[in-house]
């Protein structure tokens, strides 16, 4: 501190405020330069300061513990107080002052408590003439009472995914935009929700989960579409490719229950006769179907979600090149169909 200059810690300012700074450094440099702090003193050096507002700052750093007053020959005179507390074991305790200044923010007494070993360790370097231990272990909690409030607040934030949750707009539109098929997300949704809540994982950002999710799956699925891009029939020799049974084996199904069922499914889409471009897909979504199906009883909340998926993974597109020649024509495909599902149990 210079007659033009004055200079104070930043850190402790935020801890205790810009005017107590400024008078605690101020009563520092005059005991370094052998000068009393007398309160005239303190009001001469801090010209620009109201005397009214020194005696309540110089009151205030005396409260929590700062500084002392003492009188020496008939006069006032403050000082930094030098001695700390101290436990049995030699470790550094804040006083009670410290602790009600730290009261003041709002922050609990245990939880100033349950701070002292941490700041104690973190400390341990310190020179045991230094006076501030007491505004650096007030900064040291606020901070860490901020940091708590800050989590806390997040896990208010954090819930189980409900049965009925749906991603919100912004999320479909960023998968959509992608490339991704709307029919997909909503196919893909019910394995989503099942999976969560059968971990009962809790989460604030469950539309990020989705969109992670989505593009994976999508990646996945693109990646065991056939090369040829024009439809066709199933064969009695059909058998998935390879890239199918990498796909598979990342959802935890067995190779063998889908060789299981494949017999039924290359004769339901015989008798069926449609054409597809990619039955490595169709036979992927009938394989977690049945999967999903025979382990129902562990799902039951999402028996009505499932059937859904499947209804839709089985229904046959009907588009305006595929008219049927006559209204009998048409009658017979759809009893057709009607027989093969009960056929097969679909």
């Excluded at 006083?95 to 104690?120: K, R, W």
């Excluded at 860490?144 to 949750?165: G, H, L, T, Y």
């Excluded at 499932?306 to 089985?314: K, P, T």
Aim: hydrophobic letters at 35%; aromatic letters at 10%; proline letters at 3%.
């Amino acid at each position: 501190m210079t007659d033009s200059k004055i200079s104070f810690s930043r850190e402790i300012a935020e801890s205790i405020g810009l005017g107590e700074a400024i008078i605690l450094e101020q009563i520092n440099q005059s005991s370094l330069l052998n000068k009393t702090s007398s309160l005239d003193n303190i009001c001469s050096n801090l010209s620009f300061i109201n005397p009214n507002e020194i005696e309540e700052l110089l009151t205030k750093l005396i409260k929590i513990g700062l500084i002392v007053e003492q009188k020496i020959n008939k006069e006032i005179v403050f000082s930094l107080k030098r001695k700390e507390e101290l436990s049995r074991s030699g470790k550094w305790l804040p006083n009670q002052e410290i602790l009600d200044q730290i009261n003041e923010y709002g922050i609990p007494e245990d939880f100033a408590h349950s701070q002292i070993e941490d700041f104690n360790k973190l400390s341990n370097e310190r020179d045991s003439q230094e006076s501030n231990w007491g505004i650096k272990f007030l900064r040291f909690v606020i901070k860490k009472w901020r940091f708590k409030e800050a989590e806390d607040n997040k896990k208010k934030k954090r819930k189980q995914i409900d049965k009925d949750w749906v991603p919100d707009l912004d999320a479909k539109e960023i998968l959509i935009n992608s490339g991704i098929d709307e029919e997909f997300l909503l196919k893909e949704l019910p394995e989503f929700i099942m999976y969560w809540r059968e971990r009962k994982e809790e989460s604030d950002i469950w539309n990020s989960k989705f969109i992670a999710h989505i593009r994976r799956r999508w990646g996945r699925l693109s990646q065991i579409k056939e090369i040829d891009d024009l439809p066709s029939k199933m064969t009695s020799n059909w058998n998935p490719n390879e890239d199918f049974f990498d796909i598979l084996a990342l959802t935890d199904i067995p190779r063998e229950f889908a060789e299981k069922i494949k017999p039924e499914f290359i004769m339901y889409w015989k008798e069926n006769g449609q054409s597809l471009t990619s039955w490595n897909s169709k036979f992927l979504q009938h394989v977690k179907y049945n999967w999903e199906r025979n382990n129902k009883d562990e799902n039951k909340e999402n028996k009505k979600q499932l059937e859904n998926r499947i209804e839709s993974s089985w229904k046959i597109e009907e588009k305006p090149i595929m008219k049927s020649s006559s209204p009998q024509s048409s009658e017979k495909t759809r009893e057709n169909f009607k027989k093969l599902k009960e056929k097969y149990q679909i």
